[in-house]
């Protein structure tokens, strides 16, 4: 773990993007949950999903000129549409009129800006036949006995999930940061086999480091820094818009590589109507807080629907980089 989070302990800052087919109607990833919006009422987004000013290219260089290092995509949200060529559904870019692997395009735009890539993946898929239905508004059967009458193959799920994080594994050559969400607090890391994927993890990508979700979420810490570590535990704690008071520490006391991820406004992903965004002061501060406490900040962007970072972003950005020019040694 010391090896592995090297860099990453060193190259404090990265960009987050949240970007998908939720981007179409911009009101946010949840959307599908909280507008309680059925598969088939989805469905117009996945038709129309044609992001023809996508060009990662342009994102990595934006992340580089503000002192990135890192750059993190969705490649699959929680509403389970996947930016990638996924063999195990049909819910896909290269389905959409896009007709595109934009995973494959993002990874090697990122390298070729000599940044460090990671995938977020999703655990949670609204979509999947087989998956249980907890943990959001679209099923209010979470926390009713009805639900557990599901007829569903957990398993199949299971091999179908476990089988997309293969290919990215497998399919994008060498990937820097696994990104996993969430492990809901009534979910073990055991019911999502996290042993054997992060096996996978280990065996097609060693070098690669993980968060902590797959055994807890924004919310919770993890084993990493208990007594008991897990086979799953991940490389680095995954806190969400607050810096922790004192950094992160384990049982003795020794700090554990964390990661804030941080929005710009109050949404991951492209939301218009919400206009609150934080000053470049403010965040630039946030990321001195954070590295002065051995963590890391991920700050988030949520591209529009045809693939643009917006102007309020991307003055945000060119701010993070002339502060950091300001502040370079000579
Ligand atoms: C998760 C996602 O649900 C969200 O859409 C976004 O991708 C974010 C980065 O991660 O959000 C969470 C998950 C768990 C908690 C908070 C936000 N939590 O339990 O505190």
């Known amino acids: 773990?010391?090896?592995?989070?090297?860099?990453?302990?060193?190259?404090?800052?990265?960009?987050?993007?949240?970007?998908?087919?939720?981007?179409?109607?911009?009101?946010?990833?949840?959307?599908?949950?909280?507008?309680?919006?059925?598969?088939?009422?989805?469905?117009?987004?996945?038709?129309?999903?044609?992001?023809?000013?996508?060009?990662?290219?342009?994102?990595?260089?934006?992340?580089?000129?503000?002192?990135?290092?890192?750059?993190?995509?969705?490649?699959?949200?929680?509403?389970?549409?996947?930016?990638?060529?996924?063999?195990?559904?049909?819910?896909?870019?290269?389905?959409?009129?896009?007709?595109?692997?934009?995973?494959?395009?993002?990874?090697e735009a990122v390298r070729a800006e000599g940044l460090q890539v990671g995938l977020y993946f999703s655990l949670i898929d609204w979509y999947h036949n087989d998956y249980p239905k907890y943990g959001d508004m679209i099923h209010?059967?979470?926390?009713?006995?009805?639900?557990?009458?599901?007829?569903?193959?957990?398993?199949?799920?299971?091999?179908?999930?476990?089988?997309?994080?293969?290919?990215?594994?497998?399919?994008?050559?060498?990937?820097?940061?696994?990104?996993?969400?969430?492990?809901?607090?009534?979910?073990?890391?055991?019911?999502?086999?996290?042993?054997?994927?992060?096996?996978?993890?280990?065996?097609?990508?060693?070098?690669?480091i993980t968060d902590n979700r797959l055994e807890t979420s924004g919310s919770g810490q993890g084993s990493i820094v208990t007594d008991s570590i897990t086979d799953y535990s991940g490389d680095f704690v995954s806190p969400e818009q607050l810096v922790p008071h004192e950094g992160i520490r384990n049982h003795a006391g020794k700090f554990v590589p964390w990661e804030l991820c941080v929005t710009m406004n109050n949404n991951w992903a492209y939301n218009p109507t919400d206009y609150l965004y934080k000053s470049p002061k403010t965040l630039i501060r946030k990321l001195v807080e954070c590295v002065s406490k051995n963590g890391n900040m991920l700050l988030n962007v949520g591209p529009d629907a045809l693939g643009v970072i917006n102007d309020e972003s991307q003055y945000i950005l060119r701010e993070f980089g002339q502060w950091m020019e300001d502040h370079k040694e000579s």
């Not at 979470?142 to 007829?151: G, H, P, T, V």
């Not at 009534?186 to 065996?203: F, P, Y």
């Open 1 to 107: 773990i010391i090896k592995r989070t090297e860099w990453f302990r060193h190259d404090r800052f990265g960009m987050f993007i949240h970007w998908g087919v939720y981007s179409i109607p911009g009101k946010g990833e949840w959307i599908r949950s909280h507008q309680e919006i059925s598969v088939e009422d989805y469905q117009e987004y996945v038709d129309t999903f044609n992001p023809t000013k996508y060009d990662p290219k342009q994102w990595a260089k934006m992340a580089k000129e503000a002192g990135m290092k890192y750059v993190v995509m969705t490649a699959k949200h929680h509403d389970g549409y996947c930016l990638f060529d996924s063999k195990y559904t049909d819910y896909k870019s290269t389905n959409s009129p896009i007709g595109k692997d934009l995973v494959k395009e993002f990874v």
């Open 140 to 208: 209010p059967m979470r926390n009713n006995e009805a639900y557990k009458d599901e007829s569903i193959d957990f398993d199949n799920y299971l091999s179908d999930m476990h089988g997309q994080i293969e290919e990215l594994l497998t399919q994008y050559g060498l990937l820097d940061i696994l990104w996993f969400d969430y492990s809901y607090d009534d979910m073990t890391g055991e019911k999502w086999q996290a042993t054997k994927i992060m096996e996978m993890v280990r065996k097609h990508q060693p070098q690669a």
